[in-house]
């Protein structure tokens, strides 16, 4: 099954490329609002699950054409993300060292709406593309042999990342945790959907042109042993969002007036616009195209506030 939100916050089931409205299937579950509808919903989904297959088989589908899609986790209490979590096509030895940081749930924007470069003196703004676990049943210390029960579905999600910022060693949190710079959606897929998380092949043009090209398979640590590790340190609860990390190598600038398109296989495309107010411009390279042409760090800045400061 594939949840969203679309207009203004009704639930919907996906079915191709029309929406059927759910809401009224779910009208008895206690909330307050959309966010935590969907963490209901999710915390209770074998008891709800035949009222909403009935309620999309019966319903009428609206295109998506004539819809507003909204984040399906509009504000889900906690989003770990996973970092340093590829094996890079083979070009690391060995895994990097197990780690993760908190992206601040305030970032997430969805579908068709815009990622906002700050005004702060980045050295690069990038979004890495990866897949979302979304948690269904609370999870506290749990073993890798247990952890796949403790997933709901999965989704897009683009990790936005301001980098550079000094002091050299206060990274994670000014760099992740921007106003919107956790895109997600457009739906979620319920993991019946996936047979199998890690190969799964994610895509992401910029502007049509493909940069990230790259699968799941090439995760160094696995779902379960991410499930374990980030629950051995706190608990997550229904509707939770895990992030599985990204291959680097495709990475390149985000800029204003980009459009950015996500593409997992089996979790439909995610579209996202950027807006730079500063008008910022980097070249249009990724770090494979940089490193394949003999040149080190990342791409510099070439015109805009900051450029001047470091050439």
């Not at 997430?108 to 593309?129: H, W, Y």
């Not at 994610?202 to 696995?222: P, Y």
Request: charged share 25%; proline share 7%.
């Amino acid at each position: 099954m594939r949840l969203l939100f679309f207009d203004e916050f009704k639930l919907g089931v996906l079915k191709g490329d029309v929406v059927v409205d759910v809401s009224q299937a779910v009208r008895d579950i206690p909330h307050t609002g959309p966010h935590n509808l969907i963490s209901g919903l999710i915390e209770r989904f074998a008891q709800y699950r035949s009222a909403l297959e009935q309620a999309a088989a019966h319903g009428q589908g609206v295109p998506l054409s004539r819809i507003r899609i909204r984040p399906p986790l509009p504000k889900p209490y906690n989003i770990d993300c996973m970092a340093v979590n590829y094996m890079e096509d083979g070009t690391r030895a060995e895994p990097a060292p197990i780690n993760a940081f908190h992206k601040s749930p305030s970032a997430v924007i969805g579908d068709g709406e815009t990622m906002v470069l700050p005004d702060v003196p980045a050295t690069i703004f990038e979004g890495e593309a990866e897949v979302a676990v979304v948690i269904g049943k609370r999870a506290s210390n749990v073993k890798a042999a247990d952890a796949m029960d403790h997933v709901f579905g999965y989704m897009n999600f683009i990790d936005g990342s301001a980098r550079g910022l000094l002091p050299p060693g206060n990274t994670f949190y000014q760099m992740k945790s921007r106003d919107t710079f956790a895109p997600i959606g457009p739906c979620i897929v319920t993991a019946d959907e996936i047979p199998d998380p890690h190969r799964l092949q994610i895509r992401l043009w910029v502007n049509g042109a493909l940069k990230q090209n790259f699968n799941t398979s090439d995760m160094a640590h696995k779902i379960p042993r991410c499930i374990e590790w980030t629950t051995s340190i706190h608990a997550l609860e229904p509707g939770d969002i895990l992030a599985t990390g990204t291959n680097h190598r495709g990475l390149s600038a985000f800029q204003d007036g980009d459009l950015i398109e996500l593409e997992t296989e089996g979790l439909g495309r995610l579209r996202v616009h950027v807006r730079d107010d500063l008008k910022r411009t980097w070249a249009r390279q990724t770090r494979l195209e940089r490193r394949q042409k003999g040149l080190e760090g990342q791409t510099p800045q070439l015109t805009g506030k900051y450029a001047a400061a470091r050439t």
